[in-house]
């Protein structure tokens, strides 16, 4: 049997379990999972200079925040890790469903139609090259 409380036994086990990799979390991103994906894919295995070339002319408003998320990721991997910047790739990214805004939009007779305003959580994960 395990010695210590419940909480203390999940921080213990968790702490082996955690990923030491470089990333950035941009939060409640102001545009849709489906169209933050576009650009996501795009760069999903590239190296990092390559994925800034591709967001950085990519015309999609959602580039210019993944643009802002690689290189924060880049700034924390140098930082934190001490990873040399010419041997990041992107090791992962994606972008996970948030909060949606509904607003309603009047319209004949008296009936009022949804809008959805949709929101993402967007993640992006660095590596090094081996």
């Known amino acids: 049997m395990a010695k210590g409380h419940r909480s203390q036994i999940k921080r ?28 996501l894919d795009a760069i ?6 390559t994925a800034l070339g591709i967001v950085a002319y990519n015309p999609r408003y959602a580039s210019t925040l993944i643009e802002k998320l690689i290189k924060s990721a880049m700034a924390n991997a140098e930082n934190n890790n001490g990873m040399d910047p010419s041997k990041l790739y992107v090791a992962a990214c994606y972008a996970n469903c948030a909060p949606t805004m509904k607003r309603i939009h009047p319209r004949a007779q008296g009936r009022a139609y949804r809008i959805l305003k949709r929101m993402s959580h967007i993640t992006v994960v660095l590596d090094e090259k081996k």
């Not at 702490?15 to 409640?28: G, V």
């Not at 991103?29 to 489906?34: D, E, I, K, P």
């Not at 999903?44 to 200079?49: L, N, Q, S, T, Y």
């Open 44 to 49: 999903r295995g590239k190296d990092v200079e």
């Open 12 to 39: 213990e086990r968790n702490a082996n379990n955690r990923d030491t990799r470089p990333s950035a979390k941009l939060s409640y991103a102001r545009v849709s999972v489906q169209k933050a994906c576009f650009v």
